[in-house]
């Protein structure tokens, strides 16, 4: 007879298999029937927990993006920080950046909530560092640094691997920062 889950583990099981759920199927398809199942648990368990599947969506995105956050590189110049971050997200994010686009889409049509929603869930944008350190450096003009100029880089690679599904060439990230995103800042 396995062993009884209880805590921290049965919570990661759960959100575990939410995760699973919404990788192989989507939102669309998503139950707390189909996690309950998923996660070898019974319905009470999952329900003392999150009320319904929106609510378990977003603490499966919220566990998700507190797992994998990635570190915010200090290379000496916004070049390279912004590209290796790129690279980062390149080589590590993909399935994670289809899932929040494709596979979530219904969520997002239903709840009136975007990507952006999800991933500001009670957390400061840490890229925000990135472009500090750029303006303490005098690499870049603070007055030209708007949200969607800073957003730009990472919407453009989110782009690139929707019309792929697939990680993106190293040229391409290079001709993002270099001729769209570096003009635009200096």
Known sequence: ???????????KALLDAAWEELVAN??????MDA???RAGTSPPV??????DRDELVRATIARSLEENRLDVPDTGSLREDVLTLMREINATRVQFITVMSVHLAGYYQETGTSPRDLLATGRENSV??????????????????TERI??????LLRHEVLTTFAPVSDDVLEEIVDTVFLPLVR
Request: proline share 6%; hydrophobic share 40%; net charge positive.
């Open 46 to 51: 999952l329900y003392r927990r999150w009320s």
């Open 150 to 155: 800073k957003s730009l880089p990472f919407d």
């Open 26 to 31: 989507g939102y669309a398809r998503f139950t």
């Open 1 to 11: 007879m396995p062993e009884r889950r209880r805590g921290a583990a049965l919570e």
């Open 128 to 145: 925000d560092v990135l472009f500090d350190r750029a303006v303490d450096r005098g690499e870049i003009k603070p007055e030209l640094l």
């Open 35 to 37: 996690v309950v199942q």
